[in-house]
């Protein structure tokens, strides 16, 4: 019988989204769901704010066919608290689903026909399910932390979880290839960092109303750094403020404002040439206040979904070398790549920056390079592919 109830076994609480790896898993069930799929997650670890306003573990209806549970548990979100206060990766799951596996989640196991596992570090229920097992990654987890002990850690969970699941599904291929010697080439795939293109089809309208409320005039251009509070992202945030504090003689001749969206940045703040407004119910509509894409981030692996949303918005991308990483992207002909070093000359002197047409152009030809990247309706063939064949 085909695989149709799908359990997808997650960390935290899912919706709304809040950051670019809850992005990630939402649109690929998301797209699951509207390939006639019935999926139910089960995330470890709630809001804070439901925490304090007392709200018990509950499941939530998204829409037809996907709902999610949340175990509000206090002991999980304590564990949660004090992992993420002394700057660790989440070992504390991979260490309580392997020596006790909650009620619920066992029920939720016992009713579906497959399992996605959402990150590594929730790999344990794997070993206790006969059903089928998959892996969705967001990124080499290891490559991600610094301690030499964390390293080593975090690349032993990662191994264990490939070697135990039926299925890893990589961001990119260069993920990929760290996967495939552990799972066996044939039980890896590459699912992108899709999205929902559509969420960019109806904003063209509010730009003029929110450009106005930020105090953009018609000759300003506007540089939109979207992204979440992840480590590469924050680091990013802070070469940009100095950046921008180093070369306001520059920005102003060429009129040039940087605004940042997300939770990147904790607080909303203004500065000479550089705003940022902080978590917003909406990013969508600051992605039409922009007039230029930017992205600063200079390490990590996977790919960045705000390059999706960027190319999906139609905007001309400045980015960095980090921040091409598993797109179809050629400096020159779909974006202007700059090092950190020579972004000022970049910004100074290429004369794309100067030729809306040309400008226009290049959005249009990242699009059509990476459209079937972006969207992830065709992100997810592989994985809907395995789950049809999955017994």
């Not at 209806?61 to 993420?84: N, P, S």
């Not at 967001?138 to 699941?165: S, T």
């Not at 990589?170 to 552990?182: G, K, V, Y």
């Amino acid at each position: 019988m085909a695989v149709r109830k799908i359990l997808v076994l997650s960390g935290l609480q899912i919706w709304p989204p809040e950051s670019g790896g809850m992005l990630r898993t939402s649109s690929l069930i998301g797209a699951l769901v509207a390939r006639g799929f019935d999926v139910t997650v089960y995330s470890m670890v709630g809001r804070k704010s439901d925490y304090l306003a007392g709200k018990p573990s509950n499941t939530e209806t998204i829409k037809d066919r996907l709902r999610e549970y949340v175990d509000r548990g206090r002991f999980w979100a304590a564990l949660q608290f004090a992992a993420y206060r002394l700057g660790l990766p989440p070992f504390w799951i991979t260490l309580v689903l392997a020596l006790h596996m909650p009620k619920k989640l066992r029920e939720l196991l016992a009713s579906c026909d497959a399992v996605i596992v959402d990150f590594p570090f929730l790999f344990p229920p794997s070993e206790a399910t006969t059903k089928p097992v998959a892996l969705n990654t967001h990124n080499v987890e290891a490559d991600l932390w610094q301690r030499p002990w964390v390293k080593r850690l975090v690349a032993a969970i990662e191994r264990r979880a490939a070697q135990n699941v039926q299925h890893v599904f990589c961001c990119s291929e260069r993920d990929r290839a760290f996967f495939a010697p552990l799972a066996g080439i044939g039980r890896t795939s590459v699912v992108p960092n899709g999205i929902d293109p559509a969420r960019f089809a109806s904003i063209a309208a509010e730009r003029g109303p929110l450009r106005a409320a930020l105090g953009y005039s018609g000759e300003d251009r506007v540089l939109l750094f979207a992204a979440s509070s992840f480590g590469p992202n924050v680091e990013a945030l802070s070469w940009l403020e100095e950046f921008v504090a180093e070369h306001q003689t520059l920005l102003a001749r060429k009129n040039l404002h940087f605004l940042v969206a997300g939770s990147v940045s904790k607080q909303p703040f203004e500065r000479p040439r550089l705003k940022a407004v902080g978590m917003v119910a909406r990013i969508e509509p600051y992605f039409a206040v922009a007039d230029l894409a930017f992205n600063a981030v200079s390490r990590g692996s996977g790919t960045n979904l705000k390059m999706a949303e960027f190319i999906a918005a139609g905007l001309p991308i400045v980015t960095s070398a980090a921040g091409m990483r598993g797109y179809n992207l050629v400096d020159g002909e779909d974006c202007i790549a700059f090092a950190p070093e020579t972004l000022m000359s970049v910004l100074a002197g290429n004369p794309v920056l100067d030729d809306p047409a040309r400008l226009a152009e290049m959005a249009k030809s990242a699009y059509e390079k990476n459209k079937r990247l972006i969207d992830m309706s065709w992100c997810i063939e592989p994985l809907v592919t395995w789950l049809n064949e999955a017994r």
